[in-house]
């Protein structure tokens, strides 16, 4: 059987979408405590303003995120698809730009994640030489330079209108440079895609 490639399941970070909001319905004493209504089904959906259909289910995506992301394969060769900028869900020119390598295996993982909701937004490509975000990193072909490359190049279709742009949680080191050489801000997504839904928080629509 063919080793998997690290989806970083374990980097997902649960707490820092917990906020500690309770009521008099809905109230937990513990993180440890939500997860385990999670699993149980007994959290207060419909019930209270904290703990929406939405919410809920964006943590059942991280919660079940072994079962929801695709297995990957550990593959020593990279494996291209095209870059370029993708539209998800009938973006519009100030949908959120979610910036990732070229890799069909990333590819694969993200989309299974953006399978879950109608939220608009664009999926930048950037021309990594084919390797997954983590390799591209050790092999530097995903730059801040290819990054700002790649947004002058492909996003004439979003320009002229503030919107986020989010780098993947892994490329955080290159945060400051892009933003720098954009002279925008830039956010640093999370390094676990099951954790989207949870990022986008009440944004995110099923």
């Given at each position: 059987m063919p080793l998997s490639a690290d989806l970083y399941l374990d980097?997902?970070?649960l707490a820092r979408h917990w906020g500690?909001?309770?009521?008099e319905v809905c109230h937990v004493d513990s993180l440890q405590e939500l997860l385990e209504r999670l699993r149980a089904g007994r959290v207060c959906i419909g019930q209270c303003l904290h703990w929406t259909k939405e919410r809920v289910e964006a943590f059942q995506i991280a919660l079940d995120s072994g079962c929801v992301l695709p297995q990957i394969p550990c593959v020593s060769v990279p494996q291209p698809v095209e870059a370029g900028l993708f539209g998800v869900n009938g973006p519009t020119?100030?949908?959120p730009v979610l910036v990732t390598g070229n890799s069909r295996l990333t590819h694969e993982?993200?989309?299974s994640v953006l399978a879950t909701t109608s939220k608009p937004m664009w999926m930048l490509a950037v021309d990594a030489g084919g390797h997954t975000v983590d390799m591209s990193l050790v092999?530097?072909?995903f730059t801040a330079e290819a990054i700002v490359g790649a947004?002058?190049?492909h996003t004439e279709g979003c320009s002229g209108q503030s919107?986020?742009?989010i780098l993947p949680g892994l490329a955080e080191p290159l945060a400051r440079d892009v933003s720098?050489?954009?002279g925008c801000p830039i956010e640093v997504g999370p390094i676990c895609a099951a954790e989207l839904p949870l990022f986008f928080g009440s944004d995110w629509k099923s």
């Open positions: 980097q997902i970070d500690r909001e309770t009521c020119a100030a949908s993982v993200l989309l092999y530097a072909t947004l002058a190049l919107r986020r742009i720098h050489q954009l």
